[in-house]
């Protein structure tokens, strides 16, 4: 940049150049004309030099007709979008994040706001606690940002067709693990979008030990519901910072978690927090602009979840009263597992996308959710 300051500096003391009619130039003029055109040309080529432009987004459109999804391979195998066909995307995504092109993956303090669904490992204490490539990060016990080379590293395509997607990743020198991501649209649920992930331990020698934690982000002025019986089954995490930040609200009745969407004390405030939540039974829902996201995922026995973590996870936070800017983690955590070299863990969800006209109420909510659960088999 301060290249680029100065060569503007000396570009503003050329002579200006009068650009005349052809006819009427005499020959110093012409050859003044040449002389700023190549200093324009070399003030490009330094620019593009020091302004590195970062390479679009490529984003890859699954389709049956009834439900579209949308992957992009370069930003850790991402899903940015998941709707009925022709309708609003159901995802929180960062799309001024989006328009800055594919990052480059660091393993640095950065932290990227492309929301969307990705799949982490947890637990999140262990995130920079073994590698090498930072030992700055590993001495602070960090637990922020995710490991960015499972989050943006480019995966390579293994296979595409208009209804499936197959990536790739390569290993990450902070978890050791290498995902296949596979993203299908099957053919007897027709509403459906089948997500599998297969973590490999792709170390040479030595154990890693981790579960998968998938994330998918909705906006917080979503409707979110987890079956529930008793707030015994919630645990909650409280603001880090309550001078600036309340918590965030939800009730239980009738069986159901509901997240509510109650505006900060102040507009200069923030609503932030996480629920730790032992389900009922394995499904959550996002209900937002006339359709409904009902998530599926397989059962784990709380034993066999790191203590860190539960089941599930709620992580909600917005400003004031802009939910529609906020945004909801909808989290779900695999078994913990350790992985010897070369073994593999293994998780998936099944998302069901359908459209909603009923009242935006608990009861209507959950009844609308138990009637589609009915024509779904279990994962």
Request: neutral net charge; contains cysteine.
């Amino acid at each position: 940049m301060k290249k680029l300051l100065e060569l503007g500096t000396l570009a503003a003391r050329l002579p200006a150049v009068d650009y005349q009619p052809a006819r009427a130039r005499h020959r110093t003029g012409l050859v003044t004309d040449i002389v700023n055109v190549f200093f324009l040309v070399g003030l490009l080529a330094l620019c593009r030099g020091s302004l590195a432009i970062a390479e679009p987004v490529q984003q890859i459109t699954l389709g049956n007709g009834v439900v579209s999804l949308q992957v992009t391979p370069d930003i850790g195998g991402r899903v940015l979008g998941v709707s009925l066909t022709d309708r609003q995307n159901l995802l929180r995504v960062g799309t001024e994040e989006l328009a800055r092109g594919v990052p480059e993956v660091k393993a640095d303090d950065r932290a990227y706001s492309y929301f969307g669904h990705i799949v982490w490992n947890g637990p999140q204490s262990d995130w920079w606690k073994f590698q090498t490539v930072n030992p700055q990060r590993r001495a602070q016990k960090a637990q922020w940002p995710p490991d960015p080379f499972n989050v943006l590293a480019r995966n390579e395509i293994v296979a595409h067709t208009a209804e499936s997607l197959v990536l790739q990743s390569p290993p990450s020198a902070l978890t050791g693990l290498a995902m296949r991501k596979v993203f299908r649209l099957p053919p007897k649920h027709k509403n459906s979008v089948e997500l599998m992930v297969d973590a490999q331990n792709a170390q040479p020698e030595g154990s890693v030990a981790w579960d998968l934690w998938f994330n998918t982000r909705v906006s917080a002025a979503s409707k979110v519901l987890v079956p529930v019986a008793s707030e015994q089954q919630v645990r909650v995490q409280q603001p880090f910072y309550p001078k600036q930040q309340d918590p965030i609200a939800y009730t239980v009745a009738e069986g159901t978690l509901v997240l509510n969407q109650l505006a900060a004390t102040a507009p200069s405030r923030k609503r932030v927090g996480k629920l730790f939540i032992t389900p009922d039974a394995p499904w959550m829902a996002s209900f937002s602009q006339g359709q409904v996201l009902l998530i599926q995922y397989p059962s784990v026995p709380p034993a066999d979840i790191h203590p860190e973590h539960s089941l599930v996870e709620l992580y909600m936070d917005f400003d004031g009263d802009d939910f529609a800017a906020g945004l909801i983690e909808m989290e779900v955590h695999s078994a913990y597992r350790e992985l010897a070299p070369g073994t593999t863990l293994t998780s998936r969800e099944r998302w069901t996308v359908l459209p909603y006209t009923g009242q935006m109420t608990p009861a209507a909510m959950r009844a609308f959710v138990d009637a589609a659960l009915q024509t779904l088999p279990a994962l």
